[in-house]
Structure formats: C-alpha cells, structure tokens
C-alpha cells in the first residue's frame, strides 16, 4: 500500500512530536536528580584525591556529602594566587567554577577552585590541598583532581577521569592503581625547579626509586602525554597560590 | 443469557493460550537455535565491548531487553499505521527515544553506571538486533507476539554477553561482580600460593576468543552449519 505524501508528512510530524514531547518531559523530570547525582560524583572525584576507592565507595551518599561539608573548603583563586570572590559582579564559589570552560580561556583570565581538605571542625589546619586539573586526552578531554601535601610539593593523592578515552587503554586512567603510583611523588626537583611527575613510555618499570616518574600506560601514550602536559600546566598555574600557602612561607604568618 | 456465555466461552477457546507452544518458540528460538549472537552474528561490538566486567553487562543486557521489549511493542502498535516509505526511520526514531529514556534515566538514578557505560548504551541503537527484530517481526505481527520475539531475543543475547562477562571477569580480573574469587580461592590453598590473571581477557580480544570458543561449543551441540 502507498500512502500520500501528506499522509506521510503528517504522520512524521505527528511522531516527532510525540517522541519529542515524551524525551523533553524525561528530562524535565530527571534533570534534578541528575545533577544531585553529577555533584555528588564531582564530590567523590575530589575526596579521591585523598581517600582510597575504597572508602569511598563504602559510604553512603548522604555519609559523603556530610563528610565533603565538615572536611573540605574551597576557594577561587587567579593565576597570581589572589582569592577571587566575584568575576563580572556575580560570585563565584569553587564549586560552581566550571573548569572545563575556564580551561578554554587564555590561562591568565581563567578562576581556579582550590579544595582544602582539613581537620574536622578546623577550616584553617589544612592537611593538603586539591586542585583540579584539566586538558586533553586522545578522544577528548581528561581531568582530574591532584592533592598536593602542605609542603606543596609532595603528591598525597590524584584521581583522573575522563570523557572518551579508550576502554582498556586511555581510560585506565581512572583505575586507582594507575592512580596510586603518583601518591608520594614529588613535583619539584632538588633545586626547586618546577619538574612535576612525568608518567614514561611503556610499562612495568619500576620507578619507585625516582620521585619524578610513574609507570606508564601501554598502548596509551597519547592519553599519558595529555596527563603530563595537564599536570605540567596547571601545576604552573597554580605556583603563585601554591608559593604562598607553602609550610614557612611569610604570607601564611599574616593570615 | 446462556447463549451469550456459550459464545463467551467459544471465543475464549479460539484466542490461544497466553503462553502456548508458538508463544514459547518466540522465547526459546532465540536462546540456542536462533541466537542473535551466535548463529545471526548480530551485535558483537557491544559484545566485544561492556563484557569486561558483570555488573556493567548486566545492566546493558537489562537496557537491551527494555529497549527490545518497547521497541517491538510499539512499532507492532503503530505497524497498520507506519507509512512503509519512511519505516526505517520511524523505527531508528522509536529506538533512539527509547535509548534516550534509558540513558536519561541511568544517569539519574546509577551515575556510576552511566558513566562506565558511556556511550555503549547510546550505541545500542546502532545494535542490528533491535532494528533486525523490528523490520523481521514486529512490522508483521501482532503486540502480544512482538513483545515476546523482543524478549526472547534481548534474552538470546543477554545470556551471551553475560557468559562472555562470567569468564572475562573470573579470568580477567579474578573477581565476580567485583568481588574478588581469586584471592579467596589462593587464600585456601596457602600463604605462597597466587592465581594469575590474564590480561588478554581484558582486552577486547578476550571476548573473541570466549565469543569463539562458545560458538564452537554451541554448534557442535546443535549441528549448525553456515550455508
């Protein structure tokens, strides 16, 4: 049987609405859970950064938020370490900071979130600080979350995450092992040159002696080069604000 | 009054049985004889790719029976109504709403899920069995029939990737559903003693050779040959 043209346009039209008003309705609906669901994630990804998998995954939701509430502050920061409360008159808090579209600004107009992860009850006696990293993996772009200890130069902890690396591969950046090589790493060298911690060529090497270098990811160079350059980079941005709260730097006295 | 419950009860007796032998061919074809995976070879990428892990595989299986299930149910609906010039793309239009749903719906109720899934639960519109079912079957035959072909051959393929998902994981990782069988197991035979891992299983390849050794096993219990 064939139909008419204006059979079949009107049936067209007929269904695309349907089918339209059915998914945007979904949406709708859901839109509030799903973004309780994104912040409680983006959540876990910081307290990864000093927590193990494990711990976390142990918790209940409600458990981590209470947690991320009594543990964590934040603040915005700018590329010359200054805290920035307001940008173009609205305020802004870490948590609202998109970094992935920050990360498509010019480097010097971008704001940069700061986690510190502190004593229960004490926003002032930080145990280390979290900053968010982003940049390029193979596919898209990668992300992650890095705890530097007090010092400032000591890795307590890192997460990664991804968009669209490859399973197997690239998004083998998000398993906690690849993770755990980077805890005890140090960014600076001896002579205080800013070195950060490069993830090598190829892999099963053990690199436990050299406070530089982890392991790499075999069959995933690009993603690993995107992680060094990601952490590279924002570890540059970050030193003005990094200097300052260093253990022993004069400016630490003044606040 | 009697003449009306004599034909009551004549047109109770012409409907078939809700689950007769016909009805229970739609289910079990698709399970060994049939299978979408094995004997059609449909729907290997995400065979290839959730299958690392149990529990991803069986929330992508689940997301496939749903899919299937509404798909052919609604295109069997709407199958008298369907101009078939634009059928395709009104059931690729059905499918991808119905996908939607499920990602829409994963996001907000198992990120974590939806995350490791990613894109493979939008791919399953691209998965041949759905689209295959519906211009095979639903376009042709009733809902009730078409509810229970979806389902047999969502079943037909869960049942695969699951299998495939059992050994990748237990070689692959030593766990199931994440917990670890492998360090139990060492942990009996003594202190010295460590099962290894294969990292092979891991990889896609795995699931080729798992995939392959099942086919081979299911023929030669069946006698199945290619034409």
């Known amino acids: 049987m064939q139909q008419s043209n204006a059979y079949i346009i009107t049936f067209s039209i007929i269904l695309t609405v349907v089918l339209g008003l059915l998914l945007s309705g979904t949406s709708e609906v859901l839109k509030p859970i799903q973004k309780k669901a994104e912040e409680l994630d983006t959540k876990k990804q910081i307290l990864g950064a000093v927590m193990s998998a494990d711990e976390i995954s142990g918790m209940k939701p409600e458990e981590i938020n209470a947690f991320y509430e009594s543990r964590i502050s934040s603040r915005v920061v700018n590329i010359e370490g200054e805290e920035v409360e307001e940008q173009d008159g609205v305020q802004v808090t870490a948590e609202t900071v998109d970094v992935g579209k920050n990360y498509k600004k010019a480097p010097e107009d971008r704001l940069y979130p700061v986690f510190v992860f502190h004593e229960e009850g004490d926003a002032d006696a930080a145990i280390s600080y979290i900053f968010p990293v982003y940049g390029n993996g193979l596919w898209d772009n990668i992300w992650g979350y890095l705890a530097l200890q007090t010092d400032m130069a000591t890795i307590e902890g890192i997460t990664f995450s991804h968009a669209g690396e490859t399973p197997g591969l690239g998004a083998r950046i998000t398993s906690s092992d690849v993770q755990q090589r980077y805890k005890e790493k140090s960014i600076y060298s001896e002579d205080g040159e800013l070195v950060s911690v490069i993830m090598q060529k190829g892999e099963g090497k053990d690199y436990s002696g050299d406070p530089h270098k982890v392991d790499g990811l075999s069959g995933a160079t690009i993603t690993a080069e995107g992680v060094n350059k990601m952490l590279k980079s924002y570890l540059e941005h970050y030193r003005a604000y990094m200097e300052k709260k260093k253990d022993g730097a004069p400016s630490m006295a003044l606040n | ?227």
Not at chain 2, 47 to 63: D, E, F, I, N, Y
Not at chain 2, 84 to 113: C, G, H, P, W
Not at chain 2, 170 to 184: A, M, N, V
Not at chain 2, 202 to 226: C, D, H, M, N
């Open chain 2, 1 to 227: 009054m009697s003449t009306e419950v004599a034909e009551k009860e004549a047109a109770v007796k012409e409907s078939e049985a809700l689950l007769s032998k016909r009805r229970k061919k739609l289910i079990t074809d698709p399970l060994v004889d049939d299978n979408p995976i094995t004997i059609q070879v449909l729907g290997i990428c995400s065979a290839l790719a959730v299958t690392t892990q149990m529990q991803p595989t069986l929330v992508m299986a689940l997301s496939v029976i749903f899919v299937m299930v509404m798909a052919n149910l609604s295109i069997s609906l709407l199958r008298n109504k369907i101009p078939t010039r634009v059928r395709i793309i009104v059931q690729l239009a059905v499918v991808a709403s119905l996908v939607t749903l499920v990602n829409e719906v994963l996001k907000a109720f198992a990120y974590d899920m939806y995350k490791e899934l990613s894109v493979f639960v939008g791919l399953i519109i691209t998965n041949c069995i759905v689209m295959g079912r519906l211009e095979a079957y639903a376009l042709g035959n009733k809902p009730y029939d078409s509810i229970l072909d979806g389902f047999g051959s969502a079943l037909g393929y869960s049942w695969i990737i699951l299998t495939v998902a059992f050994f990748r994981e237990l070689w692959g990782s030593g766990s199931l559903f994440g917990i670890p069988i492998f360090d139990g197991i060492s942990s009996l035979v003594g202190p010295d003693f460590q099962l290894a891992t294969n990292g092979l299983m891991v990889s896609p390849v795995g699931a080729f050779i798992i995939l392959g050794l099942l086919i081979w096993v299911q023929r030669s219990k069946t006698g199945y040959v290619e034409h």
